[in-house]
């Protein structure tokens, strides 16, 4: 806790995010976003990972995951800006705490399966674990999204 | 004129059913939030192919993904008119809601521009050949218009001196 104290003490970015006219507003604008990009493409990727869309090469599904990848990065930057201004509340809101377990889960999920399509030879098919691993990624990130806006009630 | 429209909306029974339950506005948000998400994740895969990004996709497979924006766009129709409805002063005092729709009816106009002009001569085109200019210019503005709508929707409680 000592660490979130002094996190939740700073002039920046913490009073800057609470107290500036942009601060807060700029911070949750990039965070939507970074979400968009992250969990929009995410979502479709692993939708043709399960055999939608299946006109669309396998082989083109990394390029995406890579643009995939900047979405996470705006919110890593973004949240972190936003974990700060309210720390010590965030870490004891299990609400939030969900959201983030989850949101790391589903970075497992698009870590593993960006190199999974990557290999798979043209024509050939996906392993079902592969599959199984996308169906369960569209699950994390449904209940993240769900969890991430329910935070604004907790 | 806008205020019977805002004095209609508030009278009738969906006003009660947004704002007398509390669960009624964390679900419409959390529908629109994911359909929103659905919504640019098939708009990048479409226009960023337009534009020419990840060439090794047929057009044709890529046009597969309009289905998932309309639903998607549809979702954020009803869930946003949901919004509205529970809420009229609050949105029709905010500036940033009308940069918003304009926002939606100009990628509306694009999306017919798309329809009428880009999508007759793209399909007919094969795997790696380049798309037209028309095509490239259309995606853009496609990506610009919706981030804008995300943009000044997330904005909107920020921007605007509606109060609420």
Known sequence: ?154 | MLDSLMDWLVSTPINGLVLNYAWSWPTLESLHFLALCTLMGSLMIMDLRLIGFNRIIPLQAVHSLMPVAIVSFAINLITGLGFIFGDPHTYFANWAFWAKMLLVVLAGLNFLLYFTKVEPTILKLGPNEPTPMLAKAVGSLSLIFWFGVLSFGRLLPYLGTGGG
């Open chain 1, 1 to 154: 806790m000592g660490f979130l104290t002094w996190l939740e003490a700073t002039q920046f970015p913490a009073e800057w995010v609470r107290s500036s006219i942009a601060g807060y507003p700029s911070m949750i604008a990039l965070h939507a976003l970074g979400m968009a990009i992250m969990v929009g493409l995410s979502l479709l990727l692993d939708l043709r990972i399960l055999g939608w869309f299946a006109g669309i090469p396998l082989q083109s599904l990394r390029r995406f995951f890579g643009l995939a990848w900047i979405g996470f990065g705006i919110n890593f930057f973004s949240g972190s800006f936003l974990f700060s201004a309210q720390a010590t509340s965030y870490i004891v809101d299990w609400v939030f705490m969900t959201k983030m377990t989850l949101v790391l889960l589903g970075a497992v999920t698009a870590g593993f399966l960006q190199p999974a399509v990557a290999k798979v030879a043209p024509g050939a098919e996906l392993s079902g674990g592969t599959k199984a691993v996308a169906g369960v990624a569209i699950v994390i990130w449904v209940v993240a999204i769900v969890m991430g806006r329910l935070t604004a009630y907790l």
